[in-house]
Structures are given as C-alpha cells and as structure tokens.
C-alpha cells in the first residue's frame, strides 16, 4: 500500500521560513517524480514544485519561483519543499504527490499523478 505522509506545516509570520517533508512507502520511490500541490479552499489545487526521479531538474510555479526549493533524498525515501521569504498567499495546505511521469509538462499537471498524501497545513500571518 502507498503511503505519502506530509509533515512541517504550522503558523509562520510573513517573511519566515518552514521546511516540508514527505515520507514516502509502497513504492518504488526513485523511479518517480515528486510534486508539491496547494489548495486553499474555494481555490483548485496549484502546482507548486516537482522534482523528476533523476533529481536532475527541478520546476517551480511562478508564484513560488525564486523563494521555494524541492529536493529529495532517495535514500530515505523523502521529499523536500523550503520555503522561504514566505506570503500570506502561501497559505494553503500542502500536498505531496507521486507520478510515473517525468517530464515537465506532465509534472505540471494535477491528473498525472498517481498518488497524494492527505496534506499538511500551512498559514503565514502578516
């Protein structure tokens, strides 16, 4: 059975840092591509950061450009997303998220992925 298990969310103040994690099991975690969805409801799922199984090329969503980093250890079986410098904009809960694919078109898209974790909330004050 495939596990994602989201953790490091909390409450931050704009202009602070968290770092999230994502443990994965069940799966054959170096071949396949990491993501890091959001949602804030009533807003759809947005595609923040992905990370394909090679660990050689990241891609970011532009409201994130610049300030979030994805990395991965696929030694532990663990994603990463830093997110610094952040915005109240950024709140939102995180996802973790696993696809077969690895380019960066299809690691962009949502219904490319196979398996999600149940999330993980993060809220910036300003």
């Known amino acids: 059975q495939v596990q994602l298990v989201e953790s490091g969310g909390g409450l931050v103040q704009a202009g602070g840092s968290l770092r999230l994690s994502c443990a994965a099991s069940?799966?054959?975690?170096?071949?396949?591509?990491m993501g890091w969805f959001r949602q804030a409801p009533p807003k759809e799922r947005e595609f923040v950061a992905a990370?394909?199984?090679?660990?050689?090329?990241?891609y970011y969503g532009d409201s994130v450009k610049g300030r979030f980093t994805i990395s991965r250890d696929n030694a532990k079986n663990t994603v990463f997303l830093q997110m610094n410098g952040l915005k109240p904009g950024d709140t939102a809960d995180y996802y973790c998220?696993?696809?077969?694919?690895?380019?960066?078109?299809?690691?962009?898209?949502?219904?490319?992925?196979?398996?999600w974790g149940q999330g993980t909330q993060v809220t910036v004050s300003s």
């Open positions: 998220e696993a696809t077969s694919y690895y380019s960066e078109g299809a690691a962009r898209q949502r219904d490319r992925y196979d398996y």
């Open positions: 069940g799966l054959a975690f170096s071949t396949y591509t």
């Open positions: 990370i394909p199984w090679t660990g050689k090329g990241t």
